[in-house]
């Protein structure tokens, strides 16, 4: 068993946990750690993939009785109006996503092209912040479709990598109306979908990667990413309760200025 290789997985799942759910793009990390750790190669693209599930899963154990009550009360207009919504905001970035994957791939996973993004993504959340609109829309139970598609249309700048799939969920629900718990919490939800087809796309791609005897390595990732992941969405609710989101703008901003230097510099 291989211990290094055991320990850049457990870096890598925390990484994953920690930052999918915030607004600070965790593809962006995983580029950015994964180069730094060397794991950068198709099996450490294939492990990205699978530590992704962890994540995914923890949103569904979290908002299991919601998602529970959804499933029970499925011919009630509420229930109805919440898988629709869900529906709606899914189709952008997925039919974008199903055309462009391979190019986007090839051509904007870089460490500097994601630092750039996190850059100029910090100075959006800064400006919302700054001029963001009243709230109208208090809950996810409040949202139409409309609320739904708009933000459906704002994950799409998340293709980009560094941009961040929560970071445009969310503040894009900002700039719509939501509250910020509503938004953040939609983008909890709309997290499931949307994750789960571009794992398993993914997985289905590079099925050939796959083996046994990395097995070890992709557990210790996914249960890694798992508890980050329900540690970083209970933190980040109660967090959102209270304050903005200018702290990840910062954040964004300050680290990205440093990975670009440093990525530069080796060029």
């Not at 992709?218 to 980040?236: D, P």
Request: hydrophobic content about 55%; some cysteine.
């Amino acid at each position: 068993m291989d211990l290094i290789l055991l320990l850049k997985a457990f870096i890598l799942g925390v990484v994953e946990g920690a930052t999918e759910f915030l607004p600070v793009s965790s593809t962006g990390h995983l580029i950015i750690v994964g180069d730094l750790l060397d794991f950068n190669d198709d099996k450490g693209k294939v492990f990205e993939i699978v530590i992704q599930l962890g994540a995914i899963l923890a949103v569904c154990w979290e908002y299991r009785p919601r998602l529970q009550n959804v499933a029970a009360n499925i011919g009630q207009p509420s229930a109805q109006r919440f898988i629709v919504n869900i529906a709606i905001a899914f189709l952008p970035a997925s039919i974008l996503g199903l055309i462009f994957h391979d190019m986007i791939k090839e051509h904007l996973f870089s460490p500097i092209t994601v630092a750039i993004a996190l850059i100029l993504g910090g100075f959006v959340i800064l400006a919302i912040e700054r001029w963001a609109p009243r709230v109208d829309t208090p809950t996810v139970d409040d949202m139409d479709w409309k609320h739904a598609l708009k933000i459906g249309i704002a994950q799409c700048c998340a293709l980009i990598p560094g941009v961040s799939r929560a970071g445009s969920t969310i503040l894009g629900g900002v700039v719509f109306g939501l509250s910020r718990k509503a938004a953040t919490e939609f983008s909890f939800f709309l997290a499931i979908p949307i994750m789960l087809a571009a794992t398993t796309y993914d997985l289905f791609k590079n099925w050939h990667l796959l083996d046994v005897h990395d097995l070890p390595m992709f557990v210790v990732g996914f249960v890694t990413a798992f508890v980050a992941a329900l540690v970083a969405t209970k933190t980040l609710l109660r967090y959102v309760s209270n304050h903005d989101f200018r702290v990840f703008a910062w954040y964004r901003i300050i680290f990205g200025i440093i990975v670009l230097t440093y990525f530069v510099g080796l060029a």
